[in-house]
Structures are given as structure tokens and as C-alpha cells.
């Protein structure tokens, strides 16, 4: 009995800390218009959620959520922050992602001044319709927070300091697409970053772990 009081003690615990992670989940807005449709695709199912990941970190999760299919093929940041990846892991799912992208600046992105920041883009490693974040799938990109900044600075930033970018490709009609989330006011050009966004990132799918000092 007291063996079972303890299981049911820790499963409390461990609900109360899944429930407490903050969250916030952004769409995309498709910026190339190449063909209507796939850009209708890809702002119904892209989307990325940004999760408090602990003292001093923040998660980037980009998912798929089908179910047409398309692939998240290169990611950007434009943030004046980001100084680039230190590591990245890849899950049994398949998706496997390596620092630098080709393109190297987001196709379309000009067109509401997005500039990529130096050193922080990804793409999926050849062949990437395969090792890219297809229908179901998803990655995660990890920040170390810096300057006294926390997860509700950086939501509070999106949109104006800080806009991320996918390039999606592997449409039905064997087209590709740029979008960039938040999907609001992404008309206006963004304002220089405040640099908080820690230049280690680790890049992964969740349930990859990452040791807390």
C-alpha cells in the first residue's frame, strides 16, 4: 500500500509539471503564392509551437500536422541573434536536419525584408523529401535565453523582433512554398532583435533529451 502511495504521489507530480509548461502554437502565412493551393496546404497544417523549456531555455517545435502531403524542408530565423548550431539529433521518425540550408536566405523572404541570421538556418539532409518533416512529423530547435530575458519576452517579440520562416517543398503538385509565421503582421519589416536568443542551439526531434546543470 505504501509502495502504491508512492507511485500515485510521483504521477501527480509529473502531471503537475507537464500541465505547467507554457505554450503558445503560431501559424504560418504563406509569402510566394507560387500556386494557391499548396499555399492554402501550407498554412492549414504548419505550425509552430513555442514552449517554456525550463529555466533559461526555449523550444521551437515545427510540425506537420497533415495530412497532404508537403515537407518542411530548410528552417530560418531572422532575429540579429542567433549566433548558430552546436548539435543536432535525429529521431526514428526519420527526420534528420544539418546546420546551413540551400537556399540560403528564405525564397520570397525580401519581399517583407526577412533576413536570415547569420550562421542560424537548417535544412533536411539529403534526400530530403524523406529526411525533411513530412505529414505527422516534427522537429525542435532549442534556445538558451540570455540577458535576463524569459519565455514571455520572446512570445512578445514574435512578430516584431523575431520571425521565423520554412521553406516547404514535396507538394502534390511538385511545387514549393515559403511561409513565415507569426501569420500576423508579417507585412511590416521587423525591428532590429533585442538579442537575448543564446547562440547554442540544439536542433531535434522531442524526446531527445538535454541535461540541465
Known amino acids: 500500500m505504501r509502495l502504491l502511495r508512492k507511485i500515485g ?3 501527480l507530480v509529473v502531471s503537475s509539471y507537464s500541465n505547467s509548461v507554457q505554450a503558445e502554437t503560431f501559424n504560418f502565412s504563406c509569402i510566394t503564392n ?3 493551393n499548396d499555399c492554402q496546404i501550407g498554412e492549414d497544417q504548419i505550425i509552430v509551437d513555442i514552449l517554456d523549456g525550463g529555466v533559461g531555455y526555449v523550444d521551437f517545435k515545427f510540425t506537420n500536422l497533415g495530412p497532404a502531403q508537403s515537407t518542411i524542408s530548410e528552417i530560418y530565423f531572422d532575429d540579429g541573434t542567433l549566433l548558430g548550431l552546436t548539435d ?3 529521431s526514428s521518425g526519420g527526420v534528420k536536419f544539418s ?3 540551400k537556399p540560403p536566405d528564405l525564397p520570397g523572404g525580401n519581399t517583407i525584408g526577412f533576413e536570415v541570421t547569420a ?3 537548417a535544412d533536411a539532409d539529403n534526400p530530403a523529401p524523406k529526411k525533411g518533416v513530412n505529414v505527422n512529423e516534427w522537429v525542435t530547435i532549442t534556445f538558451e535565453l540570455i540577458n535576463g530575458k524569459t519565455y514571455d519576452d520572446t512570445i512578445a ?5 523575431l520571425l521565423i520562416g520554412v521553406h516547404v517543398t514535396n507538394f502534390g503538385s511538385g511545387g514549393s512554398e515559403s511561409l513565415v509565421a ?3 503582421g508579417i507585412s511590416e519589416v521587423p525591428v532590429p532583435g533585442a ?3 543564446f547562440g547554442s542551439a540544439l536542433l531535434g526531434l522531442a524526446g531527445a533529451t538535454r541535461k540541465r546543470a
Open 182 to 184: 507569426p501569420a500576423a
Open 34 to 36: 507560387n500556386i494557391d
Open 119 to 121: 550562421g542560424f538556418l
Open 9 to 11: 504521489l510521483l504521477a
Open 88 to 90: 543536432i539529433a535525429t
Open 195 to 197: 538579442a537575448w536568443l
Open 157 to 161: 517579440a514574435m512578430g516584431t523582433e
Open 99 to 101: 546546420p546551413g540550408a
